[in-house]
């Protein structure tokens, strides 16, 4: 059985703690530079201060718990500060304008097969007139470079765990931090998955020695 708790982020199938997608990607690490802390992407060499990291983070945060809300219990819009309001408002009008059904709002799963955990943001299907397909989506609200790799692993986990083997799409659905318009992106480069496995076996590695 797959639990997840959520303060630290960890994910444990039957009792032993297994590895997230976003761990195992490591895009960011914590790095201190003459004296300051940063949070350093391990794919550009880019750093960012710590204190804007964790102010883009909590932001972040704050927008998945209201798309969240809304598509299950509901949000009490007196409560959201207003740029949480603007970006939840973005994302209903991309769910009017592109999605005929939601499948999935964040639910954990687990590859047996790969041995390792990770929450997609939305599954849902496409409508018609966006081709009807199946589509594994990312809620972003800033930097996404690596969100095509994360998708991978998502979308093989609503393969192996949902069995579903139809022809799926992946997306990155941008909500801008300053209200403007949503933009929603597709992922499609192939090679996506393949390179989230040899993250995975560089992890494993790592985690042995």
């Not at 509901?74 to 059904?101: M, R």
Request: hydrophobic share 35%; net charge negative; with cysteine.
């Amino acid at each position: 059985m797959l639990t997840f708790d959520d303060p630290t982020h960890t994910y444990q199938w039957n009792g032993v703690q297994v590895p997230g997608v976003t761990t195992i990607i490591g895009q960011f690490v914590e790095a201190n530079i003459y004296g300051a802390e940063y949070y350093v992407d391990t794919f550009t060499g880019s750093a960012v201060a710590k204190e804007v990291f964790a102010t883009a983070a909590d932001h972040g945060t704050a927008v998945h718990n209201a798309v969240h809300y809304y598509l299950t219990c509901g949000v009490d819009w007196d409560s959201l500060h207003s740029d949480i309001a603007d970006a939840l408002n973005q994302f209903i009008a991309w769910k009017d304008e592109y999605v005929q059904e939601i499948h999935v709002v964040e639910e954990p799963m687990y590859s047996v097969k790969y041995n390792y955990a990770g929450t997609p943001d939305i599954i849902c299907t496409l409508k018609r007139k966006y081709g009807g397909k199946r589509a594994v989506v990312d809620i972003k609200t800033g930097a996404h470079g690596m969100a095509g790799v994360q998708l991978g692993a998502y979308d093989h986990l609503d393969t192996e765990v949902n069995k579903f083997r139809g022809r799926k799409e992946r997306y990155v659905l941008k909500l801008p931090k300053d209200g403007s318009d949503f933009k929603f992106i597709p992922e499609t480069n192939r090679g996506d998955f393949r390179f989230f496995l040899n993250k995975l076996a560089v992890y494993n590695f790592m985690k042995g020695r």
